[in-house]
């Protein structure tokens, strides 16, 4: 892998430039507005894999975004990786708390990157990930060095729940037969810290709307004999945890798999420290699950959060009204074995019921999806394991992740593939957030270590 390490070198700075070009597209799956962005980004994009050397590329339209896919088949009797990542961002605002425009792309130093880091929405999740695939795979076909036949899917739905591709892997199961999935769209622990993703949480996503009178009323003539929706969806929602901070749902916990006291005590083993955490996000406090760590917390335990709330007056100056409807959206992540669907069923029924007759409730699934966990005993992740040794000169420690990818449990029941989570931001990155960024050194070690993959994997598969 001499001459792609090589070539990688000597067209950093290009690689950027084109990221950045990348970048500037805004592709904001979720806003309708920015359809002819998707579009462009996807055309973008598949000319250039057509200009690193696939056999084809092909634009795939769906009811939705369109999916790019493309191929490069060197000999049948290789492995044929699969490559995954989404091309579609979060959309950007709050605007106002930028530092930058967001898809105006920056380079910044900052502590945790003194190289610099790249300033934009989509830095990191997932054009800067998804983008390393891209030349990486150049530079392997450019210097003859490709030890892998290899399958690009990259999709423009991952941040509205994936629902198109999961229709369009099981249209296409034949063509997609491969080995294994590689996706960059996790993180790392620190960058001189590398780990393997071994686990991605579900998710149960739910609206709810309170409502009370058949209209707004003053909150002096009615004020105090009404029921106020907001009021009550407060107190709803305040019940569904309890002091231990556990999920009240009746059922809740009944499917979720318990980890022995020697793997939670393996789990410690990674490094965390509390006080860098909260200071890091700046909290007095951390808050969860009585009798679990924080890292616990947020991979192995499921959650229950409010992502937002609102009704009545909200605007400049004070209106003093009794608002008819209160609304809030309301995610659960899930961890093995609970199943999305049941989760957001046993939702309804327990919010539905403890609804007091003053109100009526109204409850709309949203997207929702499974978890995953990847194991560490077969041979892609083993390939894994070496090449960011190789790259890191240190041994990768397996990590379960808090963040979700539904489509990753789709893949294993679909296609029958385990994918390699092998991904290369940090939680500093502000992923979905204003200021999103993704260090030079990041995006740079992805492009050395993927190469690194390919080589260890076709070994290792011999
Ligand atoms: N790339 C993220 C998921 C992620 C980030 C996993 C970091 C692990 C570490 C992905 O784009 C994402 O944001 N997923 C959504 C779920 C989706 C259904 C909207 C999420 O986790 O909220
Ligand atoms: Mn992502
Ligand atoms: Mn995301």
Redesign the pocket.
Known sequence: MQKTQTYIQENKDRFLEELFELIRIPSISADPAYKGDMLKTADWLKAKMESAGVDFARIDATAGHPIVYAEKMIDSNLPTVLVYG?YDV?PADPLELWDTPPFEPEVRKTDIHPDGAIFARGAC??KGQMFMHLKAFEAMVACNELPCNVKFMIEGE?????ENLGIYIKEKTAELKADVILIS???MIANDIPSI?TG??G?S?MEVEVTGPNRDLHSGLYGGAVANPINVLCDMISSLTDEDNQITIPGFYDKVLELSDEERAEMAKAPFNQNDFNRSIDIGKESGEKGFSTPERTSIRPTLDVNGIWGGYTGEGAKTVLPSKAHAKISMRLVPHQNSVEISNLFEEHFKSIAPESVKVKVIPM?G?EGTVVPTNFPAYQAASKALERSFGKKPIPVR??????IVALFEEVLGLKSI?L?F?LDSDA??SPNENYGLFNFYKGIETIPYFFDEYREIKK
């Open positions: 989404h979060q999740d997932d991952e941040e509205i729940g994936s769209d996790t993180g993703t991605l949480r998710l996503y997207h999806g992740s808090g963040g979700s990818i539904p989570l991904g931001g992923i979905h």
